[in-house]
Structure formats: C-alpha cells, structure tokens
T-cell receptor, first 114, second 112 residues
C-alpha cells in the first residue's frame, strides 16, 4: 500500500502558465514533506520542503501548500518554464520519530510546452 | 553539484560478474542511503546507514551487499545479478535519518 501517492503520472502545461502538482499521503505521522525534481539519468535534486506546522512555503517560483486535514500537498510553479520539464517526486517523513526514512511518491512527469 | 558523488555513472555487467558501486559525500552527513529506481516505479529504499551502522534493509536480495567503512563512503557490492536488477542506483545522504536528503547523480546499471 503506497503511503505517498501522486495520482497524475504526467502533466502538460503551457509556458508562462501555472503548474500544479498534487500529492496525497496516508500516514498521519508524517510531519515533513519535500519535493524533488529529477531529470533523466540524474539523481533527484531538492526543490522545496514544508514542515507540518506550516501550511505554505514559498521559494521564488515554487510554492508548496499543505492541507493536513486532507493529507494533501501541492506544488505550484508559476510561471512555468520549459526548463521545469522533469519528473517531480513528493516525499514524506516522520522526523519526530527518529529513524523514519523518507517515503517517495511515484512521481509526476511535467512537460512545459513553449 | 550536490556534494554526493557516485561512480561509475554507467555500468554494464554480466550475470556472473562481481562489481561495486561507490558513493562519497563530503557534506558531513551522518546518514547514507541506497535507492533503486526502475523504469516506471517509485524510488525504492534499499539500505540505510546511520553513523556507519546499517539501520534498515528493505528486504533486499543478498546479491546486493552494502558496505559503509566510514560516514563519508558507501559501497554497494554486486554479484550474480539478474537482468531485472537493471536500474538507476542512487546514493543519498542527510544530516540525520529523515532529514533533507541530497542525492548523487546515480549509476545506470545494465545486467546482461
């Protein structure tokens, strides 16, 4: 049973528009969430994170929203750029439970069309 | 440049070969990980080392054997692999287990 779900395997967005990537989780112990971006044949690179004590974190064009009651988070990219085309992984961990590792979602492939 | 370096970047090996993947981090992190990414599958955690001690082994077959001689280096020794073991193998490190992880660029392994 997947604890972290990304139900959209792919998403296409026009350049300049907003990209919204969604992630749902089932484990209520998760208290730290991250988004990673991955290009083909490379390792994931960290994008942005959010702690469960917050409901929003913003870094430049990237904003992550957390809805704890719905066990849902989303990544907004605005404006989207062709270089944003990659696979985006949502990850969650329970940092308060020392030793809990990250659980990754299956990823969403974002294509930003020029 | 993430501070986590993996070698080799690409490896082709026969099913009877023995090879090793190497990972090195100079971030002063205490936790290191091996992940496997197969086509169209989520990232799978294989092994976790915390202060050089293995703390997790996610039911990984014994043909994969990790080694962590010190907190900066992590190896994955491979022997008698199967074609289905072909995947991208990723090393990562974090300050503490469950903290923000930094990934290496991965080793693309092909078993023939």
């Amino acid at each position: 049973d997947q604890q972290v779900k990304q139900n959209s395997p792919s998403l296409s967005v026009q350049e300049g528009r907003i990209s919204i990537l969604n992630c749902d989780y089932t484990n209520s112990m998760f208290d730290y969430f991250l988004w990673y971006k991955k290009y083909p044949a490379e390792g994931p690179t960290f994008l942005i994170s959010i702690s469960s004590i917050k409901d929003k974190n913003e870094d430049g064009r990237f904003t992550v929203f957390l809805n704890k009651s719905a066990k849902h988070l989303s990544l907004h990219i605005v404006p989207s750029q062709p270089g944003d085309s990659a696979v985006y992984f949502c990850a969650a961990s329970a940092r308060d439970n020392y030793g809990q590792n990250f659980v990754f979602g299956p990823g969403t492939r974002l294509s930003v069309l020029p | 440049e993430t501070g986590v370096t993996q070698t080799p970047r690409h490896l082709v090996m026969g099913m009877t070969n023995k090879k090793s993947l190497k990972c090195e981090q100079h971030l002063g992190h205490n936790a290191m990980y091996w992940y496997k990414q197969s086509a169209k599958k989520p990232l799978e955690l294989m092994f976790v080392y915390n202060f050089k001690e293995q703390t997790e082994n996610n039911s990984v077959p014994s043909r994969f054997s990790p080694e962590c001689p010190n907190s900066s280096h992590l190896f994955l020794h491979l022997h008698t692999l199967q074609p289905e073991d072909s995947a991208l193998y990723l090393c990562a490190s974090s300050q503490v287990v469950g903290g923000r992880a930094f990934f290496g660029q991965g080793t693309r392994l092909t078993v023939v």
